[in-house]
Nanobody
């Protein structure tokens, strides 16, 4: 069973920045896996924020383009989400995602980290 260890959430004022980190307990699968961040706000469905493939192709939700940057460090087996110009509507629980390139394999999720943007 793969566990994803997240860190970096917290409380920040509008316009501020935070960086989230996520690393799998089994580093051997990191390099071959799609990685991503999703978020879920109270009363809303979980939504994709950003994803990155093993060859560093990225995708972003329209709402975060130009403000958030996803990156991966294959040497450290860690994926990052740099969040700048944060807005109150970015407030949510952020979940790390790992997807193996195997059709029958399950998706893996982190436990979630709270990001609150408020003055």
């Amino acid at each position: 069973q793969v566990q994803l260890v997240e860190s970096g959430g917290g409380l920040v004022q509008p316009g501020g920045s935070l960086r989230l980190s996520c690393a799998p307990s089994d580093g051997r699968i990191f390099k071959i896996s799609d990685m991503g961040w999703y978020r879920q706000a109270p009363g809303k469905q979980r939504e994709m924020v950003a994803t990155v493939t093993p060859n560093n192709t990225t995708d972003y939700a329209d709402s975060v383009k130009g403000r958030f940057t996803i990156s991966r460090d294959n040497a450290e087996n860690t994926v990052y989400l740099q969040m700048n110009s944060l807005k109150p509507e970015d407030t949510a629980v952020y979940y790390c995602y790992l997807g193996l390139p195997i059709v029958s394999a399950p998706d893996y999720w982190g436990q979630g980290t709270q990001v609150t943007v408020s003055s």
